[in-house]
């Protein structure tokens, strides 16, 4: 596929505003809920609060932590998310390789994070709820202009607690193909699912960006490839943005947007096209928060 010049700069452009937007951070917060749950035989889903700053990632609630569903607070601006190693991989492997990715992208150092880790999502400034699937080492990580920061690695030890998947008012699931599915119109205060199937072969994200109404997804994509030089993309101020998911896995995000039109995009890296954004690809869609 022949790549327009203006695409690598809008690129540069698209991802520093989405990493903008997703700063770091990281502070300790109160134990809170799950913490003070009793110990009453439905099990309390562990909670874990998590914030991100310039100094790095705080966790709380990681102690003694068993696989399984978590629910996750997430305080301050930047997104916190996830990930698990497996053997021989860890936190200095990962940020180094996931940081040979920026505007010029290290394919083969990207291509080495995604097959050596289990990423299970996070959120921005909110609460969600995300599995983590076996036991094993994980750490917190953030995505910022500086490039992605990890936190202190902790153990979850198995086997997975049993624990049913919060009520939804819907899903978004990234399917193979690079193609969005699920609900096309969703309430504008709830909660979804985001799936992204084990089929998908790759890591996504959602980011939710209101448009002007009547976009379309080809209208949005013409806008990334028109670059600088073109009108910018016809967004307005809602906005949400979710961790990355790898294939097969799943999270729940509770949101509260403007009702409207949203275009649900990801745009993460792919290795096999340098590194190109997936919504530069056509992973866009757009549905509607009533
Ligand atoms: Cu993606």
Redesign the pocket.
């Known amino acids: 596929m022949h790549v327009p010049t203006g695409l690598r700069r809008a690129v540069a452009i698209v991802c520093a505003t989405a990493l903008a937007s997703t700063p770091v951070l990281l502070a300790p917060t109160t134990a809170g809920a799950s913490g003070a749950a009793t110990a009453s035989a439905p099990a309390a889903m562990p909670h874990l609060t998590a914030k991100a700053t310039k100094r790095g990632i705080n966790v709380k609630g990681t102690d003694g932590l068993r696989a399984g569903r978590v629910h996750l607070t997430v305080k301050g601006s930047a997104t916190v998310e996830f990930v698990g190693f497996d053997e021989g991989y860890g936190p200095d492997e990962f940020v180094a390789d996931v940081n040979k990715c920026g505007e010029k992208c290290n394919v083969k150092a990207l291509r080495r994070a995604i097959d050596n880790t289990t990423i299970i999502g996070g959120t921005t400034a909110g609460d969600a709820t995300i599995v983590f699937p076996k036991a094993g080492t994980y750490a917190p990580f953030s995505v910022g202009e500086r490039g992605v920061v990890v936190g202190r690695s902790f153990s979850v030890s198995g086997p997975p607690r049993q624990s049913k998947t919060p009520r939804v008012d819907g899903s978004i699931i ?1 399917k193979k193909g ?1 193609a969005w599915g699920g609900a096309s119109s969703l309430p504008a205060d709830g909660r979804f699912l985001f799936k992204n199937r084990r089929s998908s072969g ?4 959602v980011e939710m960006q209101q448009v002007v109404e009547g976009t379309t997804a080809d209208q949005v994509l013409e806008s990334f490839q028109a670059g600088p030089a073109g009108p910018p993309p016809p967004f307005l101020e809602g906005r949400l943005l979710t961790g990355s998911l790898s294939a097969g896995q799943s999270m729940t995000v509770d949101y509260d947007l403007p009702p409207g039109h949203y275009a649900v995009m ?3 890296p792919d290795p096999d096209m340098k590194g190109m954004p ?1 919504a530069f690809m056509g ?1 866009i869609r757009i549905i509607e928060l009533t």
């Open positions: 990234a690079l790759v890591p996504h994200f990801c745009f993460f997936h992973m």
